[in-house]
């Protein structure tokens, strides 16, 4: 199992500063640049400690948002890919559904993969709802701008015999020649993410790594979605290395200690939703029946609220066992956190990737620099014991036959 560790950069000193809101329209003069200097360092240093220890590297980004002062993966990318040597870097995502230029995000990226020497992974991904207003775009036609967007960047990285036209509904370029070319050939590993099973078949169908998580129950269906789509095309079982689950984790000498790093790290959970209702779902974003859905079991988002039982938990007041028992949390001593991931992992049928989110919320430079640690030299080398359980596969193959057979 790969392991990458995971941090949006957040800026706590700011969450208190408007009651009604940390993202979109919270006043950037809330930010000292002089504290922003230090904690941004912080963070790159952490993702440097990952290339000492063995693990990964996961970058994300997210705008005009306190909680997330990575206005652009490939900032920290670009500095990581040289000051690295042996970690794999995961954008995850570059938000192309967003962005203005997706030709500008395929060199970028292609450029990060020469520096490292083909270290990078890229995931491209939509924007979540509260990017679309400070981008100016259409929530109704997000998805079609995505694919298109996504259509650009693989064959900009994948043309090599001189300049091409691109005419599309949302973009267009006369002359499209990228200088450099991706270090990977023909490109990069794709990953993409997901929050339910219908997003699924479009990502199985191109056979892109697929990432979901701190919902197992929502999860599971996600997966086994998945693992469906490829035996409804007649394909084996995708790899497990097609699978990646993200948790906030944190992992102490003690349990105490363990779940105290959680309840800080939780912070994210506490502040991130803290945004108007506008903002949240714009008309036109989500499918009419996930807003049913939705609107039924009187909830503001489907997101963050199962626990693996089926009940609804609500992440920002939940117990750190809550947390756990729900797949959105790991926590405890090294012996407690190979366990639960054992437990996840057995349960959602197999997964070679673990996104950890090892700092969040409230945990300061020095616990983060602890939790890597600790994690990386108790619990990384047994993550290697795990055995994927038997596939579900050939179930799923077998039950597609069957109704066929039956007309």
């Known amino acids: ?34 504290v922003g200097a230090r904690m941004i360092n912080e963070y790159l240093d952490q993702w440097a400690l990952c290339d000492e220890v063995g693990l990964n590297i996961m ?37 192309i559904g967003v962005r203005s230029d997706p030709l500008l995000v395929a060199e970028e990226l292609s450029y990060i993969d ?69 270090y990977q050939q023909p490109h990069p590993a794709v990953w993409m993410t997901s929050f339910g099973p219908q997003s699924t078949i479009a990502i199985a169908d191109h056979d892109y790594k697929l990432c979901a998580g701190l919902i197992a129950l929502g999860t599971k269906k996600i997966f086994d979605s998945y693992r469906a789509r490829y035996a409804e095309t ?10 990646g689950y993200l948790v906030l ?18 912070g994210h959970f506490e502040n991130n939703e803290n945004v108007p209702a506008q903002f949240q779902n714009p008309p036109g974003y989500a499918p009419v029946e996930l807003n ?10 489907s997101l963050f609220k199962t626990s693996r039982d089926g009940k ?36 959602l049928g197999g997964f070679g990737n673990l996104l950890a989110m090892m700092q969040g919320g409230y945990l300061a430079h020095e616990e983060t620099q602890d939790n890597i640690r600790l994690f990386a030299k108790e619990v990384l080398p047994r ?25």
Not at 63 to 91: D, G, N, Q, Y
Not at 249 to 266: F, P, S
Not at 292 to 301: C, E, F, P, S
């Open 312 to 347: 609804q938990v609500n992440f920002v007041t939940a117990s750190i066992p809550e947390l756990i028992d729900a797949g959105a949390g790991i926590a405890g001593n090294p012996d407690q956190v190979f366990e639960q991931i054992r437990d996840l992992y057995n349960y």
């Open 114 to 182: 020469v520096i490292s020497h083909g270290r990078l992974e890229m995931g491209l991904v939509k924007g979540v709802a509260l990017e679309l207003t400070p981008a100016s775009v259409n929530p109704a036609t997000l998805t079609e701008r995505f694919w298109e967007a996504h259509d650009l960047v693989l064959k900009a990285m994948t043309s090599h015999d001189g300049p091409f036209n691109f005419e599309g509904d949302y973009f267009q370029y006369r002359n499209v020649n990228i200088w450099p070319r991706p």
């Open 59 to 95: 970058v994300n980004e997210h705008h005009s948002t306190s909680t997330c002062l990575t206005a652009s993966v490939m900032l920290p990318l670009a500095i990581l890919a040289r000051e690295t040597k042996k970690a794999r870097l995961l954008a995850l995502g570059a938000a």
């Open 383 to 407: 993550l290697q014991e795990l055995v994927p359980p038997q596939s579900r596969h050939s179930d799923q193959l077998e039950a597609i036959r069957q109704k066929a057979a039956a007309g």
């Open 1 to 34: 199992m790969k392991v990458w560790h995971s941090s949006e950069n957040p800026y706590p000193p700011a969450w208190t500063a408007d009651p009604d809101t940390v993202r979109v329209t919270l006043p950037n003069r809330h930010f000292d640049p002089k």
């Open 292 to 301: 049913v859905q939705m609107k039924r079991r009187g909830l503001k988002r």
């Open 249 to 266: 984790l944190g992992v102490g000498h003690t349990e105490a200690e363990g779940h105290a790093r959680l309840k800080k790290i939780k």
């Open 234 to 243: 007649g394909r084996p079982a995708p790899p497990v290395d097609n699978f």
